[in-house]
């Protein structure tokens, strides 16, 4: 049963980077895309990006200028790191594996504030 | 950007009744060459992550029970409920993973009645 646990600081202060690591147990990182997905607080999904297996990405063109989505096959993780924070980005984060999200984390809430 | 519209925002059903939630995509998600419908349906509880329900539009995944089932093609695509127990109380949502951005519908949410 593979099993994904997002960790990270949960406050960021505004312009600074926001740095969440995704650790895949149950399973091999090498196969599949894995994605990270967010959802403010009391509202819907935004998907933020994917990165392959391989190290090929792809992002959400609202965030790509911010975004950079890594993969460590060695450690078993991916990362997600976003730059230039706003309050607006305040947000849960999954972090979430294969191209039709079959696996989730339980979600980090990263809060953006001073 | 494929824009997914669900509705209804929201649907009180009785128990034992039918639910059913509509998800319309801005253009068709479904591949010619393999004849697949990259759509999926989630249904997400207070608290928790979203759970995959369905995917490729009608596939039920392994240990989802067989009273949610997910139909439609193209643009147009429906999940149901046939049964609705208290477990069911959730808010349930759309996806398509046919064209980068990949996007979601705004989300259903199901209460009882």
């Known amino acids: 049963q593979v099993q994904l646990q997002e960790s990270g600081p949960g406050l960021v202060k505004p312009s600074e980077t926001l740095s969440l690591t995704c650790t895949v147990s149950g399973g091999s990182i090498s196969s599949y895309y894995w994605s990270w997905i967010r959802q403010p607080p009391g509202k819907g999904l935004e998907w933020i990006g994917y990165i392959y297996y391989s190290g090929s990405t792809n992002y959400n063109p609202s965030l790509k200028s911010r975004v950079t989505i890594s993969v460590d096959t060695s450690k078993n993780q991916f990362s997600l790191k976003l730059s230039s924070v706003t309050a607006a980005d305040t947000a849960v984060y999954y972090c979430?594996?294969?191209?039709?999200?079959?696996?989730w984390g339980q979600g980090t809430l990263v809060t953006v504030s001073s | 950007d494929i824009v997914m519209t669900q509705s209804p925002d929201s649907l009180a059903v009785s128990l034992g009744e039918r639910a059913t939630i509509n998800c319309k995509s801005s253009?068709?998600?479904?591949?010619?060459?393999?004849?697949?419908?990259?759509l999926a349906w989630y249904q997400q509880k207070p608290g928790q992550p979203p759970k995959l329900l369905i995917y490729w539009a009608s596939t039920r995944e392994s240990g989802v029970p067989d009273r949610f089932s997910g139909s439609g093609s193209g643009t147009d695509f429906t999940l149901t409920i046939s049964s609705l127990q208290a477990e069911d109380v959730a808010v349930y949502y759309c996806?398509?993973?046919?064209?980068?951005?990949?996007?979601f519908g705004g989300g259903t949410k199901v209460e009882i009645k």
């Open positions: 253009q068709s998600v479904l591949y010619s060459s393999n004849n697949k419908n990259y």
């Open positions: 979430a594996g294969k191209l039709e999200l079959h696996y």
């Open positions: 996806h398509q993973y046919h064209t980068i951005p990949l996007t």
